[in-house]
T-cell receptor, first 112, second 117 residues
């Protein structure tokens, strides 16, 4: 258990609406990540954070924004959801020896 | 560019037989390699990693992986497969961001392992 809580775990939303996914951690980790998982693509990095208010883009950042106003929370926002953003979203933290990345349980998002 | 490939989408093995899930990589510099497992409707669980040192790395649930620099491979192995090992397995390589220190992971596309009773 990496001490990561994602919410909501499941959501159905309509095209064009904004959506925010929350990642909450309890162990004061500095580095946090958002990935999406799609068949045939594995996991791809959307955005990551290396500290409060410090974020950077990943491989598939278009259409997404993030915010980190405090250490424990990392928010992923879809400003205007599209069907191509239907996916499973995973939050992750970096911890332990060798800086291993650990994942949350995922948020299933369907855009209709 | 750094990348990782899992050449098999699906691997089937009989219970009790040895299993191998293949991974090859392409990186500049020293590779940092990882294996994760994903059970249905769950997040990814860390299995093992290679950073440096012994080429045979032991991990969770009886899994091990062999780092082969000359073949640029990092295959996941287990001597005797269990039905409960059936899952989706991902190989990943660490990408270093020297500016931020974030050390992100780049994943392969995954291999579905089915252990047949």
């Amino acid at each position: 258990d990496a001490g990561i809580t994602q919410s909501p775990r499941h959501k159905v939303t309509e095209t064009g609406t904004p959506v925010t996914l929350r990642c909450h951690q309890t162990e004061n980790h500095r580095y946090m990540y958002w990935y999406r998982q799609d068949p045939g693509h594995g996991l791809r990095l959307i955005h990551y954070s290396y500290g409060v208010k410090d974020t950077d883009k990943g491989e598939v950042s278009d259409g997404y924004s993030v915010s980190r106003s405090k250490t424990e929370d990392f928010l992923l926002t879809l400003e205007s959801a599209t069907s191509s953003q239907t996916s499973v979203y995973f939050c992750a933290i970096r911890a332990g020896s060798g800086n291993t990345i650990y994942f949350g349980e995922g948020s299933w998002l369907t855009v209709v | 560019a750094q990348s990782v490939a899992q050449p098999e989408d699906q691997v089937n093995v009989a219970e009790g037989n040895p299993l191998t899930v293949k991974c090859t990589y392409s990186v500049s510099g020293n590779p940092y390699l990882f294996w994760y497992v994903q059970y249905p409707n769950r997040g990814l669980q860390f299995l093992l990693k290679y950073i440096t040192g012994d080429n045979l790395v032991k991990g969770s649930y009886g899994f091990e992986a062999e780092f082969n620099k000359s073949q640029t491979s990092f295959h996941l192995k287990k001597p005797s497969a269990l039905v409960s090992d059936s899952a989706l397995y991902f190989c990943a390589v660490r990408l270093e961001s020297y500016q931020t220190g974030a050390n992100n992971l780049f994943f392969g596309t995954g291999t579905r392992l089915t252990v047949i009773p």
